[in-house]
């Protein structure tokens, strides 16, 4: 009797005397052949090739047969054969091998991986404006299997292949921090940055005075904070405050400004007021018009008037400063303005006691 399989079944037979001793022989016929296979390199570009080598053991293959699903070719016949991949993504790869007696087959679903040149990173974050020899950390967004080149200004110190760094700056110099995304198949466009060291701060302002009320206006360079001290008693943190005296005289203002990075520089100067708590002339029947002037003002009701102590009257600006001195020597007197500049200005009667202000046009 003989069995047959002819992969994996076994065979046998007996002597034609079965009163005789018998004797088996067996054969398996089972194939050891083992399919394996690599390809080199197992992460490419789009557009490489590929080698594909058969390692398959345990026998010796006659005949193979190749799957490489979006690959091209996309099945070969050979033993080693050399795929391309024209999009990113990971591939399947299959071998089936025979030597004779059965195939046996290997697949592995995700063997190649294919990559682009990559695109450029995103916006790098980080303090554009750093302080003098401060470390600053700098930051795009991670891509997975990416590793990236950092490029900072000379003198700068700092290294990462990461997508992030920390970088400290000489104290001086400014200029631009860039960073490419890299792989096996190049570095993308650079990602740039510019940066400037953080200068010092200088405080300066201006100031209107209108009599009461000072409108002041923070001309102070690289400040990110102001500290004012108007010289009443009384301050104020906004940039461009305005603030009303209670009281005339002359007021040292201060102002301190204060940069991102902590230093500070002051400027001081002096106001005056003379408006505050003015008596309007029509009080003591003196007439002036008209208000605003641009050339000519009359001065009705004050010559020989019972409650000015002598004719005499004084024009000062908006500073406290005398622009005009003179006396009233007729009833009805024209006080010529052409020469004053356009602003505030205050005629002063028994030396301030008795104040009206008007408007140069």
């Avoid at 697949?107 to 980080?126: C, T």
């Avoid at 205050?346 to 008795?354: A, E, K, P, R, S």
């Amino acid at each position: 009797v003989e069995f047959t399989n002819p992969f994996i079944g076994w065979s046998g037979w007996f002597n034609q005397n079965a009163t005789t001793d018998g004797m088996w022989k067996w054969n398996n016929l089972s194939s050891a052949l083992n399919a394996d296979f690599q390809g080199s390199p197992s992460s490419t570009c789009v557009g490489a090739t590929v080698q594909f080598t058969d390692l398959s053991t345990g026998a010796t293959p006659t005949s193979w047969f190749w799957s490489f699903p979006g690959g091209t070719p996309s099945t070969s016949i050979l033993q080693n054969p050399t795929i391309t991949y024209a999009s990113t993504g990971f591939y399947t790869v299959s071998l089936t091998v025979d030597d004779g007696n059965g195939p046996t087959t290997r697949i592995d679903s995700a063997h190649i991986s294919v990559v682009a040149v990559p695109a450029a990173p995103s916006a790098i974050s980080g303090n554009t404006s750093p302080c003098p020899s401060v470390s600053e950390v700098y930051s795009v967004t991670n891509v997975a299997g990416m590793f990236y080149t950092w490029t900072l200004p000379t003198g700068w110190i700092g290294s990462s292949s990461t997508n992030s760094i920390s970088a400290t700056n000489d104290g001086v110099t400014t200029g631009n921090i860039s960073v490419t995304a890299d792989n096996v198949c190049g570095s993308s466009t650079a990602q740039t940055i510019a940066v400037t060291i953080a200068n010092s701060v200088v405080a300066n302002f201006t100031f209107i005075n209108t009599g009461g009320t000072v409108n002041f206006t923070s001309t102070s360079t690289n400040a990110t904070s102001w500290n004012w001290d108007f010289g009443d008693l009384s301050s104020s943190t906004l940039e461009n405050p305005s603030h009303t005296y209670t009281a005339n005289g002359t007021y040292t203002v201060v102002l301190i400004a204060t940069n991102s990075c902590g230093n500070s520089d002051t400027t001081t100067t002096t106001v005056t007021i003379i408006g505050v708590g003015i008596n309007e002339l029509s009080r003591v029947g003196i007439s002036i018009y008209p208000n605003p002037a641009k050339n000519l003002i009359h001065i009705g009701g004050a010559y020989n008037n019972a409650n000015i102590a002598n004719n005499d009257f004084k024009v000062l600006d908006i500073l406290g400063k005398t622009v005009i001195s003179s006396s009233i020597d007729k009833p009805n007197y024209k006080l010529n303005i052409s020469q004053l500049n356009k602003g505030l200005y205050f005629i002063q009667f028994n030396d301030g006691t008795i104040t009206h202000k008007f408007i140069k046009e």
